[in-house]
């Protein structure tokens, strides 16, 4: 299975604005955090999974997310080709990022939040999560 965008909208009238995933089924949902950054300078990069699956939706500011097919989780390609896309809260759509990838993120802009959401319970992730340095599949301040 592929990354994929689930799309979202917004409606704004004279009560004010709703922003909304109808698409987003949470059904197989266990576990949702966020994360704020503080500043465009850190990279939270990169977090493999080889059972669980993540869902990336941003809540305030823009953030650049990216992934990456790992193809062996104890020791990955140095070549391994990372994929990314720009999350912004005022364009709704969540990530969706399948079992096998590793996954990474920075804000754009100071002090952007993003929600994840998980199909595992914490203590199932950190058993099975595999950490790789930052710069190993992309030059974040490039993008």
């Known amino acids: 299975m592929k990354p994929q965008i689930i799309k979202g909208g917004s409606h704004t009238d004279n009560r004010g604005t709703i922003r909304f995933v109808n698409d987003f089924d949470l059904k197989d949902i266990r576990r949702f955090y966020t994360i704020q950054?503080?500043?465009?300078?850190?990279?939270?990069?990169?977090?493999?999974?080889?059972?669980?699956?993540?869902?990336?939706m941003p809540l305030s500011g823009t953030f650049v997310v990216a992934w990456v097919?790992?193809?062996?989780?104890?020791?990955?390609?140095?070549?391994?080709?990372?994929?990314?896309?720009?999350?912004?809260?005022?364009?709704?759509?969540?990530?969706?990022?399948?079992?096998?990838?590793?996954?990474?993120?920075?804000?754009?802009?100071?002090?952007?939040?993003?929600?994840?959401?998980?199909?595992?319970?914490?203590?199932?992730s950190s058993k099975e999560k595999y950490s790789y340095p930052p710069e190993k599949w992309l030059n974040w301040f490039s993008l």
Not at 41 to 54: M, S
Not at 74 to 81: A, F, G, T, V, Y
Not at 84 to 104: D, E, F, Q, S
């Open 37 to 56: 950054h503080p500043d465009t300078q850190i990279i939270r990069a990169w977090q493999g999974h080889k059972i669980e699956t993540k869902y990336f």
């Open 69 to 124: 097919e790992i193809d062996d989780f104890e020791d990955p390609s140095d070549q391994l080709k990372a994929e990314y896309t720009i999350l912004n809260a005022k364009k709704p759509k969540i990530l969706h990022i399948p079992p096998g990838h590793a996954n990474g993120l920075r804000a754009m802009e100071s002090n952007s939040q993003i929600a994840v959401f998980s199909d595992m319970p914490m203590e199932k």
